[in-house]
């Protein structure tokens, strides 16, 4: 069983910066690839951004390109979410996401790929 714990939310005004770090308790031989994926109130969770653990190819979200950057540490296991030029529309609970087996990047975009996930933590855009 892997435990992935987020943290670096919190309230930034529109145009702000904030990093969210999701930290593994282990790395299983298997770990593919992890995500974040987001959901605001009374919506649907959406995939943000997936990095492949070894090789680190990425795949984001058109809503989120060029403004949002997913980045891991192995030494560390712990996944990052570096998210700038903030929108009001970019406010939702984070989570982040491992799978054990996935295929090409474009592709891990739905939930259905990820073994583990994270409680989640709390980003509010103030316009």
């Known amino acids: 069983q892997v435990q992935l714990v987020e943290s670096g939310g919190g309230l930034v005004q529109a145009g702000g910066s904030l990093r969210l770090s999701c930290a593994a308790s282990r790395r299983t031989f298997s770990t593919y690839a992890m995500g974040w994926f987001r959901q605001a109130p009374g919506k649907e969770r959406e995939f943000v951004a997936v990095i492949r653990w070894t090789g680190g190819r990425t795949y984001y979200d058109d809503s989120v390109k060029g403004r949002f950057t997913i980045s891991r540490d192995n030494a560390k296991i712990t996944l990052y979410l570096q998210m700038n030029s903030l929108k009001p529309e970019d406010t939702a609970v984070y989570y982040c996401?491992?799978?054990?087996?996935?295929?090409?990047?474009?592709?891990?975009?739905?939930?259905?790929?990820?073994?583990?996930w994270g409680q989640g933590t709390q980003v509010t855009v103030s316009s």
């Open positions: 996401a491992s799978a054990n087996a996935g295929a090409a990047t474009r592709t891990m975009t739905s939930t259905g790929w990820y073994d583990y």
